[in-house]
């Protein structure tokens, strides 16, 4: 029984030491971030494989546009069109998830395909409405009844060759407001700025590149005529976008980022009479957005 005991310390002893040893020559996890920023301190837990979405809401400006009407009786462009975006004041509406898609919103869903780049889907929901009453310049001719049926066109029938024209209510009101979307996908580089010496919440930088279709729906009254039409592919864009995200809690981020792009929309609905009336304009879009997302 002593020797069955001894044999049986020195076979113990000997699976401590060995498993001892095998420890000792673990190494720790390496730091696998890529960054151009090099912080003190690097995750260790690749985001390679891993999705992400986020939701939140923005503000939008635009740059000036010319908007060219066309259809029976009338082309002419009005040049250097001012407009502007309308965010929802704030309010329940921001959070009651039966009305969260009312303000301008931005919406993503997004996959790594390395710990550093990711692709992504989004819907930007902005708003464009122009500025009435304003002073622009106008060319092109307008007949004293235009589109069909017959829509009078009072004073402002005539040849245009850039005089300046007023825009009233009766002339035109013209609005993406539910909205101007933009339905993008997009390629993304990430590179941490700094990392908390747990690795467990870091800041990083997010830049990107988008392409897409715009998808609005038009509001329009041309002189006096004119409906809220229904969603049209009536373009497309592209767009760069940089910003932050802070990691925070459990895959959890909170994002600021801007984004500008610019956009061809050439078949905006506007009477309602689509395969008579039609407009057309190029827009220059500026964007900041913040968002609460989630990576898993």
Same mark, same amino acid.
Request: glycine share 8%; charged share 20%.
């Given at each position: ?8 310390? %020195? ?40 999705? +992400? ?5 923005? &503000?939008?400006? +635009? ?25 929802? $004041? ?26 550093? +780049?990711?692709?992504?889907? @989004? ?7 122009v500025d009435i009453p304003q002073t622009v310049r106008i $060319? ?27 825009? =009233? ?13 933009? %339905? ?17 919440? +870091?800041?990083?930088?997010?830049? @990107? ?16 005529? @004119? ?20 990691? &925070? &809690? ?27 009336? $039609? ?11 913040? =968002?609460?997302?989630? $990576? &898993?």
């Amino acid at each position: 029984m002593n020797k069955f005991l001894l044999a049986l310390s %020195a076979l113990t002893l000997s699976a401590s030491s060995l498993f001892a040893q095998d420890n000792s020559n673990e190494s720790p996890a390496k730091p696998i971030a890529k960054s151009i920023f090099n912080p003190k301190y690097s995750r260790t837990e690749s985001n390679k494989g891993k999705f +992400y979405f986020h939701w939140g809401y923005n &503000f939008s400006s +635009y740059g000036k546009s010319d908007i060219r009407f066309k259809g029976t009786g009338y082309d002419f462009t009005l040049m250097d069109v001012k407009a502007a975006d309308r965010p929802t $004041k704030l309010s329940m509406t921001y959070i009651n998830p039966a009305t969260i898609s009312i303000p301008q919103f931005n919406f993503h869903f997004g996959y790594f395909i390395k710990d550093n +780049y990711s692709i992504s889907l @989004g819907w930007d929901h902005m708003k464009y409405v122009v500025d009435i009453p304003q002073t622009v310049r106008i $060319k092109g001719h307008i007949s004293p009844e235009i589109s069909e049926p017959g829509i009078p066109t009072y004073g402002m029938a005539g040849t245009y060759n850039g005089e300046q024209v007023t825009l =009233v209510d009766s002339v035109l009101q013209f609005e993406h407001t539910d909205g101007y979307n933009f %339905a993008s996908v997009a390629l993304e580089r990430h590179d941490d700025i700094w990392v908390s010496r747990t690795g467990k919440s +870091y800041l990083s930088m997010e830049t @990107g590149a988008e392409v897409g279709l715009l998808v609005p729906r038009t509001d329009v009254r041309l002189f006096g005529v @004119g409906e809220n039409n229904y969603w049209n592919i009536a373009g497309y864009g592209a767009a760069a976008k940089v910003g932050l995200q802070y990691h &925070f &809690f459990r895959g959890l981020y909170l994002q600021t980022s801007f984004k500008t792009g610019w956009t061809d929309l050439n078949n905006i609905r506007t009477t309602g009479r689509n395969n008579i009336d $039609k407009a057309s304009q190029s827009i220059w879009f500026f964007e900041n957005y913040w =968002v609460l997302g989630f $990576k &898993f």
